[in-house]
């Protein structure tokens, strides 16, 4: 298990990997500058919501105990979304995920013979707040028509179907062009 794991870390820490931003420059008038607070409604909202069918995280919490509790969860959880969304830190609880190891053939007693797989099995809380995170997104790219039209996965009344009538009846114009 030693060596699984130090042959994992060197694969999936590597300091000498630069992170990925997006290009610098004023790319647009409207920029997305800070999160807004959540509510404890909001989150208590979220609680209530738990899919109790889905599988705990590193944390063993359970979706049933989330949902039963939500009243008296929300107004701490509040305060610790709040406290990420306001200083851009995620607890270090809601970032860990299992990772297993996956055999790629040969000598099985070789780590260099196994890849990392991360079973991204995060705490439900930290699903929570990502989406916090994504309805604050989602609602800054809209209200300011930030997303392409052509946009279709992720967004309310987009679906695959819509990608692939545009797609076709482009191919088909570009058809009757020729």
Known sequence: V???????????????????????????????????PTTTEEVEALLTAVDVGKATGSDNLPGQILKQFAAELAPSLSVIFNKSLSTAVVPRAFKLATVAPVHKGGASTDPSRYRPIAISLLPIVSKLLEKVVDRQLRDFLQEHNLMSQEQFAFRPQHCTEDALLLATTRWATAQDRR
């Not at 820490?13 to 008038?29: C, E, K, T, V, W």
């Open 2 to 36: 030693s060596a699984l794991h130090d042959q994992f870390a060197q694969i999936v820490h590597d300091p000498h990997r630069q992170p990925l931003y997006p290009p610098g420059g004023d790319l647009m008038s409207d920029t997305f500058t800070e999160f807004t």
